[in-house]
């Protein structure tokens, strides 16, 4: 957060959620005439209004075709990549130094919400485990277990979320 350039960690929060949205729409466990394409460009487009007209069925079903899920799930990181790129140079036109703000405003917004979010989840996972020492299981263990599953969730929220806003934001015009 303290970094001058946050360019690294867009790219990586890109990446990281392209593999979630990939995972999540061709999973291993399902046959692959199973797999749902149609539905995996919609969830890309929908995370990137960018790619509208780029991320297509058709083109999705090609690549597959030539490289199997790991290509498409390369094809997808590339454009989001270039989606991103397209988006920071689109608003650094217009004012210099803005994307740099607009990301650090959002990584921290959506760190302070999501953290406060947490914490009351803490709390209920506090009343709750105590519970399961009945069911003869160490309540600090579940504790623990339970608590790094909601950090671990938490973070990979606040990276979507900021990613999915990176893509969605536009500036407004000052009055002329």
Known sequence: LMAA???????EYADSTVDDIVDANLPVDMPKEEWDLDSLTAKVVQYC???????????VTKIYEAGGKEAIREFLKEECRGA????????EELEPGLM??????????QTDR?????LQAIKFIQQAVGLRGYAQRDPL??????GF????????????????????????????
């Open 149 to 176: 599953k909601l950090f671990k969730e938490m973070r990979d929220q606040i990276r979507r979320n900021v990613i999915y806003s990176v893509y969605q934001f536009q500036p407004k015009q000052p009055p002329q």
């Open 141 to 146: 263990t579940e504790y623990k277990l339970e």
């Open 100 to 109: 740099d703000e607009v990301e650090s405003f959002l990584v921290l917004t």
């Open 114 to 118: 999501m953290w406060k979010e947490h």
């Open 49 to 59: 209004v960018l790619l509208q007209g780029v991320v297509t069925p058709e083109a």
């Open 5 to 11: 350039d946050l360019k690294p960690m867009m790219i």
């Open 84 to 91: 991103y790129e397209k988006k920071r140079v689109m608003i």
